[in-house]
């Protein structure tokens, strides 16, 4: 795909430029990390099953990355170019709008993916972390919990009708899944019907399906959180090539 | 071939508004065409069918022998565009989106001269919201021509332009022609199409009024100059009337206008106020231009 390259290469300079994003992505995962790392630290405790707070909490952040970069990073992005006219000189040249959704997604996996490194390069420099899965199950099940957060990004973008509301509804949706999801309070804390609720959160799945592969159990014990995924994932490509707009 | 663009009884329409309302014209090789016209007259839904970017409710579009519509890919490799209204990533910086932009055709110049020519080398590093409005003209003007290409579109091209820069951009697009390419180009200024254009098409609410040069729009509106000076006193009318060529005289306070044709027009208006010993100063001829061309054929005055 001409121009796609180039696109890509200009999307991630912005991205990096852009000081919310990039904080949000990159630095404030670690914040998190020292933060909750100095109260609790990384000793095995019977509370998280013999992990230590930190061993938990690092998935779970992970989670709270790819929630961050699908749904805030990607819904005001693609909102506001077409708001300000970006899309609309995009659409005056041969580039496919396959090519922007592309770079899209490209750029954003690789920043999820560098937040969640450093993120796992500090915890395992001061707080020793423990890994017990498998990278590859683990690289897969990011893979696919990204994928569908973005093409839920997509899809608020799409159909919103200026970036202000996409904003508003992408923090509408992340939020509640932030706190209720374990990305940040482990669900240990929540009382028994929150927990119920928090059942329909995406991002619920995402935490459970990484910290478990993180932990060493089988993609088996996790089909219900991959087909759920894999559902979100295939129903918004379809809302998002169907409903997508320059203007 | 001969042409550039035919269009063939376009029509869209916009809920209640007939934006535009079944035009015909063509645009040939080589020159530069202009659309002028009021707000709201249509101008920015016709060039925008034309490149493609907005589907006619009725009518056929040619552009260089392709289908806007079916073969719209194809038809961006060779056209270079100016809306009237778009926007750049904030953070980009000016050589990024020239660079990029040259990733997206097959062809595509060298982008250092091009900066050059516009006056934009300076500002090669600057982000895209850091530049002033006529910058950001000039970038999406090298934007649109970073493809080579066969067929210029220019939508406003000198709206929120200081006139030096006017100036600069009136020069650029004689360029952009003289390398033999086609210009469409539209405009508020009559005075712009004027000097501009070779041939001009005056909208007014979605239709085409007139289509010719500029000469010979002005010269079919029955050419009448006017010659306007203040005089101190009051004066015998007559006198005026009776000069060869004059149709009507007009006071205004201190101000007379002359209106009338032919070549001895002003001599003639200075010879009576000579003979009939009025002094008079600030003596003027103003011929008439597209503005009176569009006055007469619309009843209106393009601004305001
Ligand atoms: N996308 C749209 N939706 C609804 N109405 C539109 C749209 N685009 C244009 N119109 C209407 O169509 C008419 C023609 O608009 P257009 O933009 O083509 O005029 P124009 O000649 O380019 O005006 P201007 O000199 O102000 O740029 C206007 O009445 C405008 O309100
Ligand atoms: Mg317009």
Known sequence: ?247 | METAIVVEGLRKVYGEVVAVDGISFEVRRGEIFGMVGPNGAGKTTTIECIEGLRRPDEGTVTTLGLDPQRDGYELRERIGVQLQESALPNRIKVWEAVDMFASFYRRSVDWKPLLERLGLAEKRNTDFAKLSGGQKQRLFIALALINDPELVFLDELTTGLDPQARRAMWQLVFDIREQGKTVFLTTHFMEEAERLCDRVAIVDDGRIVALDSPEKLVRSLGAEKRVVFSVERAFDEAALRAVPGVTKVERNGERVTVYGTGDRLVGGVVNALETGGVPFRDLRTEQPTLEDVFLALTGKQIRG
Do not use: C
Not at chain 1, 61 to 81: D, F, K, Q, R, W
Not at chain 1, 218 to 224: A, Q, R, V
């Open chain 1, 1 to 247: 795909m001409r121009g796609l390259r180039k696109l890509t290469w200009v999307e991630a300079k912005l991205f990096l430029r852009e000081p919310a994003a990039a904080f949000f992505t990159l630095l404030f995962p670690l914040v998190m990390l020292f933060i909750f790392g100095s109260i609790y630290g990384n000793e095995p405790t019977d509370y998280f099953d013999g992990h230590g707070a930190v061993d938990v909490s690092v998935p779970a952040y992970i989670a709270m990355i790819i929630a961050t970069v699908g749904l805030l990073s990607i819904t005001i992005n693609i909102a506001v170019y077409r708001e300000n006219g970006v899309l609309r000189r995009y659409r005056a040249t041969p580039l496919r709008p396959q090519a922007i959704l592309a770079a899209s997604v490209l750029v954003n996996l690789v920043m999820t993916f560098l937040g969640g490194l450093l993120l796992i390069l500090a915890a395992r420099a001061v707080y020793g972390l423990h890994f017990e899965g498998n990278a590859v199950g683990v690289l897969l099940a990011f893979l696919l919990s990204a994928l569908s957060f973005f093409a839920l990004g997509f899809v608020i973008a799409s159909v919103s009708p200026t970036a202000r509301v996409a904003q508003v509804l992408g923090m509408v949706l992340f939020y509640p899944m932030l706190f209720l999801s374990g990305a940040t309070i482990p669900w240990q804390e929540l009382p028994e019907w929150l927990r119920r609720f928090s059942e329909f959160l995406p991002l619920t799945h995402v935490v459970t399906l990484l910290q478990g592969l993180w932990f060493g159990e089988p993609f088996g014990d996790h089909l219900k959180e991959v087909a759920v995924l894999l559902g979100v994932l295939v129903v918004g490509v379809l809302i998002t090539v169907e409903t997508f707009r320059w203007e």
